[in-house]
Nanobody
Framework: QVQLVESGGGLVQPGGSLRLSCATS????????MGWYRQAPGKQRELVAT???????NYADSVKGRFTISRGSAENTVVLQMNSLKPEDTAVYYCNAVSNQLGAIYEDWGQGTQVTVSS
């Protein structure tokens, strides 16, 4: 399995920016995709953005034009740049990785990092 460690959450005012990072560790074969999901209190976990190994991105409509997902400088890391943050972006953000290990597909999650947008 892949271990995922998120960093970069915190408290920011509306209109501000935050940068989340997700690093992988453990025995890694092939990362098919990495991404970010979020879960607000009382709501279901929802997709924020994903990035495939081929470079294809997918964003939730609510974050298009404000958030950008990209590869980090280290191998098998992913970064989420969040700009123009709104109070409704407040949630626990989870890093996700889908990996192919000798033909078997695994999905792993990080422990989550809190993002709070408030004045």
């Amino acid at each position: 399995q892949v271990q995922l460690v998120e960093s970069g959450g915190g408290l920011v005012q509306p209109g501000g920016s935050l940068r989340l990072s997700c690093a992988t560790s453990g025995k890694i074969f092939i990362i098919e995709s990495m991404g970010w999901y979020r879960q607000a209190p009382g709501k279901q976990r929802e997709l924020v953005a994903t990035l495939t190994a081929t470079g294809r991105t997918n964003y939730a409509d609510s974050v298009k034009g404000r958030f950008t997902i990209s590869r980090g400088s280290a191998e098998n890391t992913v970064v989420l740049q969040m700009n123009s943050l709104k109070p409704e972006d407040t949630a626990v953000y989870y890093c996700n990785a889908v990996s192919n290990q000798l033909g078997a597909i695994y999905e792993d999650w990080g422990q989550g990092t809190q993002v709070t947008v408030s004045s």
